[in-house]
């Protein structure tokens, strides 16, 4: 539920943060809209890490200037991070406490962490996480999804304006994956904006209104999902027993990238109508089993907007 | 909040520890007393041979022995831990954002190495006395002037002097809460504080630098033994702890400055 007025959760202008002779962030300008579920992508090394560090005023930018809902950080921090939850790079926590006791040490260094209905809110946030039956459980104990766990149940402690997700899922099994998608999106109804730093492509398809992929320390694309697998070449694929004769046709109506797997046939449209192709097939005698259009995929996008390298960027 | 890290601290298996090594430490010393029943008159560390006489003495004993060695070292885990401790468990980034606060929580931080200061004497001098009750007879205390005081007026100085034992730690402390906002690695801070405290000594029976004497914090350490003087002598004990405020206004002021501007990585 995207606000119409246009206001920003986090909008960054220029941000530039350099470690040494690297920028790390080079010039970012990000606007994520109050009310979206803004997917965070990028290789690992890209910068995401240290661009969420710098949001969250535990790093000093070098350049530019960053607003989380409009007000100057790391300035405002104590008016406006209370008002937000964190997932920072996997969870941290004091080993030699219990879960809920972790959880009282940190609403207790927050400056809105009334005493009194800590208790309640401690076994809420247990409770919404599924972590309940582990809450009197020292942290050592925990495995690294449970530990992932408790720290979204940190994050939730308070009702937030705007969650900031890590890698939310890593080290969780597929139903604690699952769950919480499940919890995101029950926040993002709530009207919680997510901002939520991933490389699983289909976790950030499946949730996300809006994307931006990050590579090198800068943005390379940010729209809302629907807009960026737009942007990505649509393929067409064709079931036929002839793929010889289709690949003739297809080389004919200018599909590039063809490709052929058995007797299946793909290649790259390139403002070719599909109608236009299955005629041609037809016409050039070509028995058809069937004919669909692909849509890109978030990995595809990625891969083309980022390279195909798998080592990290740097 | 510093309710919370009072007791998150004190729950700690660490912590426990290095207080039970310290209340430890006049126990053993008052087995041994009574095992081998003790050196004679003048031997040993101060107040050594009056063990058997009076329980009380044991505490005493404890705070000589403990001063030079075992309370610093215990000190300089905890201060070197402080920050450092935090920065390696990542916890620092989430007390961060919650936000604590960065002035506050270097301030809670350092109450908390004070508080455990405090407690390291205190822990020696209830090991002590504890020991010191049940293995020997009690009674009224001779003094070091020579003089003999109430049993009761002899724990209340004890007690004293394990506290100003324990404050006579703050300078360093405040050294190692510096180093500790240096690094993200504990154990550095840790042993770059103790370092420290073996530079001083050694510098310390150096004659040649005897100029700078007087501003080692490690210098009057031992003062708190004129609170058993009659009547108690102030001198030694005042300059020890206006010196250990000298210290902790330069190292807590460096420790802010570094603390309040650092990028935070870990």
């Given at each position: 539920?995207?606000?119409?007025?246009?206001?920003?959760?986090i909008e960054t202008s220029g941000l530039r943060k350099q470690f040494g002779p690297v920028a790390a962030v080079d010039g970012i300008d990000l606007r994520v809209?109050?009310?979206?579920?803004f997917g965070f992508l990028g290789p690992n090394g890209s910068g995401k890490t240290t661009t969420i560090r710098v949001l969250l005023g535990l790093l000093n930018p070098t350049a530019g200037s960053c607003r989380?809902?409009?007000?100057?950080m790391p300035?405002?921090?104590?008016?406006?991070?209370?008002?937000?939850?964190?997932?920072i790079e996997?969870?941290?926590?004091?080993?030699?406490?219990?879960?809920?006791?972790?959880?009282?040490?940190?609403?207790?260094?927050?400056?809105?962490?009334?005493?009194?209905?800590?208790?309640?809110?401690?076994?809420?946030?247990?409770?919404?996480?599924?972590?309940?039956?582990?809450?009197?459980?020292?942290?050592?104990?925990?495995?690294?999804?449970?530990?992932?766990?408790?720290?979204?149940?940190?994050?939730?402690?308070?009702?937030?304006?705007?969650?900031v997700?890590d890698e939310?899922?890593?080290?969780?099994?597929?139903?604690?994956?699952?769950?919480?998608?499940?919890?995101?999106?029950?926040?993002?109804?709530?009207?919680?904006?997510?901002f939520l730093s991933s490389h699983?492509l289909?976790?950030v398809?499946?949730?996300?209104?809006h994307v931006a992929v990050m590579s090198l320390g800068k943005i390379l694309a940010q729209s809302?999902?629907?807009?960026l697998?737009?942007?990505?070449?649509?393929?067409?694929?064709?079931?036929?027993?002839?793929?010889?004769?289709?690949?003739?046709?297809?080389?004919?109506?200018?599909?590039?990238?063809?490709?052929?797997?058995?007797?299946?046939?793909?290649?790259?449209?390139?403002?070719?109508?599909?109608?236009?192709?299955?005629?041609?097939?037809?016409?050039?005698?070509?028995?058809?089993?069937?004919?669909?259009?692909?849509?890109?995929?978030?990995?595809?996008t990625f891969v083309a907007l980022t390279g195909e390298g798998f080592d990290v960027a740097r | 909040?510093?309710?919370?890290?009072?007791?998150?601290?004190?729950?700690?298996?660490?912590?426990?520890?290095?207080?039970?090594?310290?209340?430890?430490?006049?126990?053993?010393?008052?087995?041994?007393?009574?095992?081998?029943?003790?050196?004679?008159?003048?031997?040993?560390?101060?107040?050594?041979?009056?063990?058997?006489?009076?329980?009380?003495?044991?505490?005493?004993?404890?705070?000589?022995?403990?001063?030079?060695?075992?309370?610093?070292?215990?000190?300089?885990?905890?201060?070197?831990?402080?920050?450092?401790?935090?920065?390696?468990?990542?916890?620092?980034r989430?007390?961060?954002?919650?936000?604590?606060?960065?002035?506050?929580?270097?301030?809670?931080?350092?109450?908390?190495?004070?508080?455990?200061?405090?407690?390291?004497?205190?822990?020696?001098?209830?090991?002590?006395?504890?020991?010191?009750?049940?293995?020997?007879?009690?009674?009224?205390?001779?003094?070091?002037?020579?003089?003999?005081?109430?049993?009761?007026?002899?724990?209340?100085?004890?007690?004293?002097?394990?506290?100003?034992?324990?404050?006579?730690?703050?300078?360093?402390?405040?050294?190692?809460?510096?180093?500790?906002?240096?690094?993200?690695?504990?154990?550095?801070?840790?042993?770059?504080?103790?370092?420290?405290?073996?530079?001083?000594?050694?510098?310390?029976?150096?004659?040649?630098?005897?100029?700078?004497?007087?501003?080692?914090?490690?210098?009057?350490?031992?003062?708190?033994?004129?609170?058993?003087?009659?009547?108690?002598?102030?001198?030694?004990?005042?300059?020890?702890?206006?010196?250990?405020?000298?210290?902790?206004?330069?190292?807590?002021?460096?420790?802010?400055?570094?603390?309040?501007?650092?990028d935070v990585l870990?």
């Open positions: 539920m995207v606000e119409p007025s246009g206001a920003t959760a809209p109050v009310g979206s579920i989380l809902f409009g007000q100057p300035e405002a921090a104590p008016d406006i991070l209370p008002k937000v939850g964190a997932l996997g969870p941290a926590f004091y080993p030699w406490l219990t879960g809920a006791q972790n959880l009282a040490r940190f609403d207790a260094a927050a400056p809105d962490g009334d005493r009194r209905t800590r208790a309640a809110r401690i076994d809420q946030a247990l409770t919404r996480v599924g972590l309940t039956a582990a809450a009197a459980r020292k942290y050592k104990a925990y495995s690294l999804g449970m530990r992932q766990r408790l720290g979204l149940a940190s994050a939730l402690l308070q009702p937030r304006r705007l969650l997700l939310p899922t890593n080290g969780m099994d597929p139903q604690g994956t699952r769950e919480i998608r499940h919890l995101i999106q029950e926040l993002s109804r709530d009207g919680t904006t997510v699983l289909s976790e398809e499946q949730v996300c209104t809302t999902i629907v807009e697998q737009a942007t990505g070449a649509r393929r067409l694929a064709v079931e036929t027993v002839q793929v010889n004769d289709a690949a003739t046709v297809f080389e004919r109506l200018g599909l590039t990238e063809v490709k052929i797997d058995g007797e299946s046939i793909t290649g790259r449209l390139d403002g070719q109508q599909a109608e236009d192709c299955c005629r041609a097939l037809v016409e050039a005698g070509v028995g058809v089993r069937s004919l669909t259009t692909i849509r890109p995929t978030l990995e595809d | 909040m510093l309710v919370a890290e009072l007791v998150s601290q004190f729950r700690r298996r660490r912590v426990k520890a290095l207080l039970l090594v310290l209340a430890a430490i006049p126990a053993l010393l008052a087995v041994l007393v009574r095992v081998t029943g003790g050196p004679s008159n003048g031997n040993g560390p101060t107040f050594v041979d009056q063990v058997s006489h009076n329980g009380i003495f044991a505490a005493l004993v404890g705070l000589t022995v403990s001063v030079p060695v075992f309370l610093p070292l215990t000190v300089a885990v905890m201060a070197g831990d402080s920050i450092a401790g935090e920065a390696s468990l990542g916890t620092l989430y007390l961060l954002v919650r936000p604590a606060g960065r002035s506050r929580l270097l301030l809670i931080k350092a109450v908390t190495v004070a508080a455990f200061c405090l407690a390291a004497g205190l822990a020696v001098a209830a090991g002590g006395l504890l020991a010191g009750a049940v293995l020997f007879p009690l009674g009224r205390v001779t003094t070091l002037s020579a003089t003999t005081i109430s049993l009761g007026a002899g724990i209340e100085r004890t007690l004293l002097a394990a506290l100003v034992a324990g404050a006579s730690m703050f300078g360093m402390a405040a050294i190692g809460l510096f180093i500790s906002t240096l690094t993200d690695v504990p154990v550095g801070a840790m042993a770059a504080t103790i370092g420290l405290v073996v530079l001083c000594a050694v510098l310390d029976s150096v004659s040649q630098v005897q100029a700078i004497h007087p501003w080692l914090f490690t210098q009057n350490w031992s003062s708190f033994a004129d609170l058993l003087r009659d009547p108690v002598r102030w001198t030694g004990i005042t300059h020890d702890l206006l010196l250990q405020l000298a210290y902790m206004a330069v190292f807590g002021a460096a420790a802010w400055s570094r603390f309040t501007t650092k870990a």
